[in-house]
């Protein structure tokens, strides 16, 4: 048996029973699914339930992976995508979020600097920078964890997506105006709210 | 220039997200729960695929079996219909020799003969359906033996034809001459008394079928 097999070579042998090629595969791809997950969702619950999803789907329904279509860990994620806007959907029926999630973001700005990140220390930065990420519509957030949190390239966010190359790069483009736009602070807003006033009493 | 900044330290700050979640993982007992559904659904699905091969072998012969018999029944159909004339014409094979060898001693049985066999004149009833089911072999072993001229097998009114799917018996009976005007035959009065003899078809439960009359 080769040393190093691929991944469609790990999915094969798991399909014709061997569990070492489930543990191999498990352990070489459970990290970016669980971490697509969680950034997708923000909930470690919901990061390992997708998870397990995802396998127990592979253990069951492998074969309809086509390496034509793409690479494994494409499928993956695909599938593990599939599962988490299942499971935000639920969740939002269980719990509506409406614009806290908004506000919670823009809540944790309290510079009135207007380059609020330049300030911050590095936890606050990406604590900031996450619940942005997580307040971003999904077909947004989805193309930003992908593409800038997973560092995978717009090819292959296209084929887990699929969709077109142009989509994902016009959807990153208008999820990273949206991030900039929620890690700006209220400030911004509260002076303009100021002018507009003054320029009616003028 | 702030936008360009803002840029900056945007990709700067998910860079760090990235690189502070990269370690993350899913927890280990995850494993161990994947691979004992493994190992569980190890023992069953070779089953199933099992039962699912012995499915599509049992459907396989199925369908092969299911066109076997309508190739069959096909074939049977086809026979049955030109059966009759076959049996006609087999009839007339087997009866013509004896009708041209045949003495006229009697002008009168001649007549009577004649009218039973003439081809025009003759009246064919249709035979049963299944009058292939007949023994052909004992029909023809019968006429070829004792050299008899004998009629196509004339129904009965009360006959089934499904009742001789099983099979039946023929007996020589001797009945008086005036029973071959019950059948539409021509009756020579000056023999009115004698008796013709005759082949009755029985059924497997004792009716009669069919009937022949024999010279």
Request: proline share 13%; aromatic share 6%; with cysteine.
């Given at each position: 048996m080769d040393p190093n097999p691929n991944d469609i070579e790990l999915l094969r042998s798991m399909l014709a029973g061997d569990e070492g090629a489930l543990a191999l595969l498990y352990r070489r791809r459970q990290g970016s699914i669980y971490r697509f997950a969680l950034q997708m969702s923000g909930s470690k619950t919901i990061a390992e339930d997708v998870t397990q999803e995802v396998f127990l789907f592979l253990m069951r329904e492998?074969?309809?992976?086509?390496?034509a279509r793409g690479s494994v860990s494409a499928f993956l994620l695909g599938v593990a995508r599939n599962h988490v806007l299942r499971r935000l959907r639920v969740e939002q029926l269980l719990a509506p979020l409406g614009d806290d999630s908004d506000d919670d973001v823009q809540s944790?700005?309290?510079?009135?600097?207007?380059?609020?990140l330049e300030d911050l220390t590095r936890a606050e930065t990406i604590e900031s920078v996450r619940k942005a990420v997580l307040s971003l519509p999904s077909k947004y957030r989805e193309v930003v964890v992908l593409?800038?949190?997973?560092?995978?390239s717009y090819g292959e966010t296209a084929e887990i997506l699929g969709c077109a190359i142009g989509t994902v790069r016009s959807r990153l483009h208008r999820a990273r105006a949206l991030l900039l736009a929620k890690l700006r602070p209220p400030v911004e807003a509260e002076d303009a709210a100021t002018v507009k006033s003054a320029r009616c009493f003028a | 220039m702030n936008c360009e900044r803002d840029e900056e330290l945007l990709t700067r700050g998910l860079r760090a997200l990235a690189e502070e979640m990269e370690t993350l993982k899913a927890p280990d007992e995850l494993e161990t729960k994947l691979l004992e559904a493994f190992r569980a659904r190890a023992v069953v699905v070779p089953i199933a695929r099992k039962q699912l091969h012995s499915r599509y072998w049992l459907v396989a012969i199925a369908a092969m079996l299911l066109i076997a018999m309508s190739i069959v029944v096909v074939r049977w159909r086809a026979s049955d219909v030109n059966g009759p004339h076959q049996t006609v014409a087999q009839d007339a094979r087997q009866n013509k020799p004896d009708v041209i060898s045949k003495?006229?001693?009697?002008p009168v049985r001649d007549v009577e003969y004649q009218a039973v066999n003439?081809?025009?004149?003759?009246?064919v009833r249709k035979p049963p359906?299944?009058?292939?089911?007949?023994?052909p072999e004992n029909t023809q072993l019968a006429n070829h033996v004792t050299n008899e001229i004998a009629t196509d097998f004339i129904p009965l009114?009360?006959?089934?034809?499904?009742?001789l799917q099983d099979g039946g018996q023929i007996i020589r009976v001797e009945l008086p001459r005036s029973a071959l005007a019950n059948f539409g035959l021509p009756v020579n009065m000056d023999r009115y008394n004698e008796k013709v003899k005759a082949d009755v078809l029985l059924g497997v439960d004792g009716l009669a079928r069919a009937i022949r009359f024999v010279q």
């Open positions: 492998g074969y309809v992976f086509d390496p944790l700005h309290p510079s009135t600097d207007l380059c609020p593409c800038e949190l997973q560092d995978i | 003495p006229s001693e009697d003439a081809p025009g004149k003759r009246p359906r299944h009058a292939a089911l007949r023994s009114s009360y006959m089934n034809v499904a009742s």
